[in-house]
């Protein structure tokens, strides 16, 4: 009902900005003569469109907002007080999925209790009847917008100013949201992680040696909650991979923008940022079945021992998915150094490489900066080609041929499988995730 609803909404806001634009050249006259407008009929027409739209679709929001508590109130209200007394938050919530169940047609495993039923029928009655008083009121105020809307245009009428003011709106709304996901992901890791803290010491976590969550049923934290084992595998998985991805990207950035044929780099860029596309899913596939084996194999060749998965394989790995972002904001950056100051230093002798040492990459450093930035961030941030490759060895070591563990799996570690998310072992995935959202932001 809601697509179908949204279909025809947007359906009369396309007619009611035809009918906006209409009525605007009319009263300009005869053609597309809008000088005795205000505004041009472009911006007539999207003021009506704006009217169909916005109040409809802000009554589409609320009441779907709404309908969901109005329907599980009239479940409990079918439902003996005798048995939702008894009821707990997780059972209310079972009773709830088990009538929806009913109510929809597919049923349920078992045979449904009497109650049961009858809040089921009581459940898909008012469903009904809301989605046809849904659709109705929100058509209507559509309507009711664009007649508004339609009646206020003269050729006084300042529509630009209020669409640009709409504009502006908008633009800000698009804004906040960034900033209120960021805020919703801190606090609800905040919270969590408080609740963490309530079994185990924040002094514990942060500078512990030892991780053994030691996964209990009891709902106490038993085992060892040290950070530090997860965060340094975290910082030697990222090292390598920086090490592997910065030097090779900054340098296919320098050959593509400063040596590389126009022919060479149209199809050797776009071929490089494929790799940018492929799932990292294949990276850590790749990884545990031809990386992994050929360093265990080429370090017994030279009498080192390299376990299949470990840091280096990881990392190495890791590296090579990155290349791509590291490669093409560099080239991008260097490329917008100005020819001119290319021109002045061969002009006063410099050679090309010179050029290129002493002027370009100076002048492209913050852009190349914040390419390193966001190479440091992708790694750190990187799961499953360490689920696959490194090993999951939470231990505290500096050898990188070893298995060891990162602080992102780990989070999938204590989050997946059953688990009580009230206890210890799964709310500690929540100070993990806390964690790395400082480290990376700092």
Known sequence: MNLLLIGVLLALVAIAYQLGLRKSRHLAGKGSNSATLHSRPGYYGALVGLWCGIPAFLILIIWNLVEPSILNHIIFNNVPASVTATLDEAARSVLVDRVQAIASGFGVSDHPAAYELAAAQQYAKFQTIGSFAKFAVVVCAALLGLVWAKKKISQEYRARNQVERAINVGLILCSGVAILTTIGIVMSMFG???????????????????????????????????????LWGTLMVSGIALLVAVPVGLMIAIYLAEYASPWLRSWAKPTIEVLAGIPTIVYGVFAMMIIGPFFKAAGAYVGIEINATSALTAGFVMGIMIIPFVSSLSDDIITQVP??????????????????????LPAALPGITGAFLLAVSRAVGETMIVVLAAGNSPLLHANPFEAV???TVTIVKQLTGDTDFASPQALVAFALGLTLFVITLG
């Open 192 to 230: 969590e992680a408080m609740h963490f803290f309530h079994f185990v010491s924040p002094i514990d976590f942060f500078f512990g040696t030892e991780w053994n969550p030691g996964f209990s049923t009891s709902g106490n934290a038993e085992g060892s909650y040290g950070l530090l084992p997860l």
């Open 339 to 360: 020819r001119a100051l290319r021109d002045g230093s061969l002009g006063l002798g410099a050679t090309k490489s010179e050029t290129i040492r002493q002027v370009v």
């Open 405 to 407: 563990s990162t602080v």
